[in-house]
Structures are given as structure tokens and as C-alpha cells.
T-cell receptor, first 115, second 115 residues
Framework: DAMVIQNPRYQVTQFGKPVTLSCSQT?????MYWYQQKSSQAPKLLFH???????NEADTPDNFQSRRPNTSFCFLDIRSPGLGDAAMYLC??????????????FGQGTRLTVV | GENVEQHPSTLSVQEGDSAVIKCTYS??????FPWYKQELGKRPQLIID?????GEKKDQRIAVTLNKTAKHFSLHITETQPEDSAVYFC??????????????FGTGTRLTIIP
């Protein structure tokens, strides 16, 4: 059973047209991450939530925003997508127990194409 | 913030031989070190992890060693098989506070097993 679900799997958007990617989890994990992965590169962390605490990476463009309305859902908003934002976007979750981080589970990813 | 370096970027190994991938990290607060395997077009999946209170962990053909003093850890795959061909990522995170719980990935190693 899928535990971290991303929708859609493939998204095509026009240059400059806002787009939202979604992630949901059934694991009740307290940490949710958004990563950007371009071809043949490592996943690059954009931001993460630890419960409701939002942590933005210093080099994440302002064009990228995130929302976590509840434990189960997290959204990635790209306000004005550029050609350079075409990538695979991976959502992941993990549980911090007693302060210690544990295995991160990844969704299948959303492949974003900007035309 | 944490910086994780990974070597080599590509590795070709004859089937049946061993493969070793090495990572170094910068943040002495990091205490959780997972390794992920990513097959082409698929999500990263955890293959083994280690915490800073142990120096070595083994799971069948896979082992990870950690040298906390030197801030490096390594993945060892023995008796390699064609299905081991994939991209491998190391990662590091610290305890859950002040955003240090985030999972930072290394740059990846493309492992090819030659039949």
C-alpha cells in the first residue's frame, strides 16, 4: 500500500503559470520534506516541516512556497515556474522519536515539465 | 548547515566483486546516516542506516561503517549482482531541533555491475 502519495505523477505547466503539487501520507509522520531532483543529480532539499515548524533552505528560491494544513498533507506551490524549474519533485516523510530521526519514506514523485 | 560529500561519482564493478562508496559530512551534530538506492525512474529507497552510537552495521551483503571522529561513513556491498546497479545516495541528519533534523543527501554514486 502506498504510504506517501504524490499527485499528480506528471504535471505540465506553462511558463509563469502557478502550479501546485500535493503530497499526502498515511504514516502519521511528524516530518515532511520537499526535494527537487534534476536528472542525474542528488535530491536537493527545498524545505521541510517538523510538525508545524517550517524550515526553509537558504537557497530555495522565493518562487517556491509550501503549506502543511495538517499532519497528512503538504503542498508545494510554484508561483511562476521557469524553464529551470523543470524537475522531479519528491515528497518524503519521517518520524522523529525521542529527538532521533528515522527512515525517510519517499513518494513516487511528480515530474514537472514547463513549456 | 550540513554538507555531505560522496565518492566516487561513478563506479563499475565486475559481478561478484565488492563495491565501496564513501561519504564525509561536516556537521559534528549529525548522528543518523542512511543510505538510499534509487533505480532509474523510481523513488529513493532505504537500504541500510546507522546511528552514531555504533561503528558498523551489516545486513546480508550490505554493510555500513562509521568513523565519527573523522566524520566519514562508507557503504560496502559484497558479492555484487546485476540488480545492485543503481544510483546510491548517502545522507546525514541530526536530532530534531532547530531544523537540524533535515536529511541532507550526498551527490550520489552511479554503480554499474558488469556481468
Amino acid at each position: 500500500d502506498a504510504m506517501v502519495i504524490q499527485n499528480p505523477r506528471y504535471q505540465v505547466t506553462q511558463f509563469g503559470k502557478p502550479v501546485t503539487l500535493s503530497c499526502s501520507q498515511t504514516l502519521n509522520h511528524n516530518v515532511m520534506y520537499w526535494y527537487q531532483q534534476k536528472s542525474s543529480q542528488a535530491p536537493k532539499l527545498l524545505f521541510h516541516y517538523y510538525d508545524k515548524d517550517f524550515n526553509n533552505e537558504a537557497d530555495t528560491p522565493d518562487n517556491f512556497q509550501s503549506r502543511r494544513p495538517n499532519t497528512s498533507f503538504c503542498f508545494l506551490d510554484i508561483r511562476s515556474p521557469g524553464l529551470g524549474d523543470a524537475a522531479m519533485y519528491l515528497c518524503a516523510t519521517s518520524r522523529i522519536t525521542g529527538g532521533a530521526n528515522t527512515e525517510a519514506f519517499f513518494g513516487q514523485g511528480t515530474r514537472l515539465t514547463v513549456v | 548547515g550540513e554538507n555531505v560529500e560522496q565518492h566516487p561519482s561513478t563506479l563499475s564493478v565486475q559481478e561478484g566483486d565488492s563495491a565501496v562508496i564513501k561519504c564525509t559530512y561536516s556537521d559534528s551534530a549529525s548522528n543518523y546516516f542512511p543510505w538510499y538506492k534509487q533505480e532509474l525512474g523510481k523513488r529513493p529507497q532505504l537500504i541500510i542506516d546507522i546511528r552514531s552510537n555504533v561503528g558498523e552495521k551489516k545486513d546480508q551483503r550490505i554493510a555500513v561503517t562509521l568513523n565519527k571522529t573523522a566524520k566519514h561513513f562508507s557503504l560496502h556491498i559484497t558479492e555484487t549482482q546485476p540488480e545492485d546497479s543503481a544510483v546510491y545516495f548517502c545522507a546525514a541528519s541530526a536530532d530534531g531541533n532547530f531544523g537540524n533534523e533535515k536529511l541532507t543527501f550526498g551527490t550520489g554514486t552511479r554503480l554499474t555491475i558488469i556481468p
